[in-house]
Every structure is written in structure tokens, then in C-alpha cells.
T-cell receptor
Framework: RKEVEQDPGPFNVPEGATVAFNCTYS??????FFWYRQDCRKEPKLLMS???SGNEDGRFTAQLNRASQYISLLIRDSKLSDSATYLCVSLNQAGTALIFGKGTTLSVSS | DADVTQTPRNRITKTGKRIMLECSQT?????MYWYRQDPGLGLRLIYYSFDVKDINKGEISDGYSVSRQAQAKFSLSLESAIPNQTALYFC??????????????FGEGSRLTVL
């Protein structure tokens, strides 16, 4: 089982839609979870950390479910500029480095 | 200027050639990483280093070697390049002491093509 797994998509949604991405991780001891965003042909950049109690940053909400070992990202009121690949990230089994999921591609259309 | 700089940005080479990708950073971070990205496979960790005297293998270290010449420099070498090493390579840094534990700061990537 890959350490971090996520649905590759693509997710094609209209502007204004709400979209959710899920991701599962295998290291039950991991304390670090993140969502990164990667634009086409660019480097990944941190979108937001994921905290145990869930957290929100504007239109973006991240949730963590430790019992089921999954994290989610909810995007409300999608904008054209949200079109990108979203990468789920957790610690590797050794707890020493970040491991990335393959990414979920989002395309927002007008 | 970028905080994490990779050179070269693009390189085309032939099978069997030795290639070095270089990474330098001005962020003062102790931790540095090399990832490769392939379509459909995402980002995979090759090697990482927590300080100058520390080198660790990642998921896919076979066929690669690294050198941490200084806190600010971390180079990736392909001793004898092969076509399946064609990929986009990213260098990254992090410093958990500076707040957001685990935030990685990436360079702009080095696109390597092995013919």
C-alpha cells in the first residue's frame, strides 16, 4: 500500500461549485499533514496544514480523521484560479520526511 | 532571486553520461531534499539531508547519489544516466524550528531528459 493515496481525478467543476478531495495515509503515528498546490509546470507550494481539530482558511477547509486515517480538503465557491493539482502530504513510515500523494487535478470552468 | 535555486533548469543528455543537478538555498535551513516527479506517479523522495554530515536514502535512491557540500548546497548525481531517469527533479528545504513544521520550500525544478 502506498503511504499516501489520493484520487487523481480530474475533477471538472463550474465556478462557484464546492468540491472535496480525500486522501488516505498509512503511517498511523504521523503528526504532520498538509495540502500542497501545484500549478502546471511549477513547483509545489504549501496550501495549508491540517490540524487535528480541522482548520479553515478562507474558502478552504481541511479535516483530519485519525480513526480512518484520511484527510480531506474542501474548496467552497470555486474560482477559475483554483485550477491546479492538489497534493496530499504526510510523514513517511520512518517519520523523517514528507511523502506526497500523486495529486488530484482540479479544473474549474466558467 | 529565488530562495532555492536549481541548476541546470533543463538538461538533455545521453544514456551512460554522468549528470549533476545542483541546489543552493539562501533560507538558512538545515534540511534539504531531492524529489523527482513523473506523470502519474507524483513526487517521490530520492535523498534527504538534515545537516552537512547527515545523508539519508528516500523511496527511490537506486541510481542516484548526493553530496551535501555545505548547509546551503545539496547536489544530486546520476553516475550513469538511463532513460527512465527522465523526470522533473525538485530540490526542497525545510526548517521545522521556524514555525510551520514540515513546510517544504521548493526550487523551480530541473527537467532532465535522458536519450
Amino acid at each position: 500500500r502506498k503511504e499516501v493515496e489520493q484520487d487523481p481525478g480530474p475533477f471538472n467543476v463550474p465556478e462557484g461549485a464546492t468540491v472535496a478531495f480525500n486522501c488516505t495515509y498509512s503511517n498511523s503515528a504521523s503528526q504532520s499533514f498538509f495540502w500542497y498546490r501545484q500549478d502546471c509546470r511549477k513547483e509545489p507550494k504549501l496550501l495549508m496544514s491540517v490540524y487535528s481539530s480541522g482548520n479553515e482558511d478562507g474558502r478552504f477547509t481541511a479535516q483530519l480523521n485519525r480513526a480512518s486515517q484520511y484527510i480531506s480538503l474542501l474548496i467552497r465557491d470555486s474560482k477559475l484560479s483554483d485550477s491546479a493539482t492538489y497534493l496530499c502530504v504526510s510523514l513517511n513510515q520512518a517519520g523523517t520526511a514528507l511523502i506526497f500523494g500523486k495529486g488530484t487535478t482540479l479544473s474549474v470552468s466558467s | 532571486d529565488a530562495d532555492v535555486t536549481q541548476t541546470p533548469r533543463n538538461r538533455i543528455t545521453k544514456t551512460g553520461k554522468r549528470i549533476m543537478l545542483e541546489c543552493s538555498q539562501t533560507k538558512g535551513h538545515d534540511r534539504m531534499y531531492w524529489y523527482r516527479q513523473d506523470p502519474g506517479l507524483g513526487l517521490r523522495l530520492i535523498y534527504y539531508s538534515f545537516d552537512v554530515k547527515d545523508i539519508n536514502k528516500g523511496e527511490i535512491s537506486d541510481g542516484y547519489s548526493v553530496s551535501r557540500q555545505a548547509q546551503a548546497k545539496f547536489s544530486l548525481s546520476l553516475e550513469s544516466a538511463i532513460p527512465n531517469q527522465t523526470a522533473l527533479y525538485f530540490c526542497a528545504t525545510s526548517d521545522p524550528r521556524q514555525g510551520n513544521t514540515g513546510e517544504l520550500f521548493f526550487g523551480e525544478g530541473s527537467r532532465l531528459t535522458v536519450l
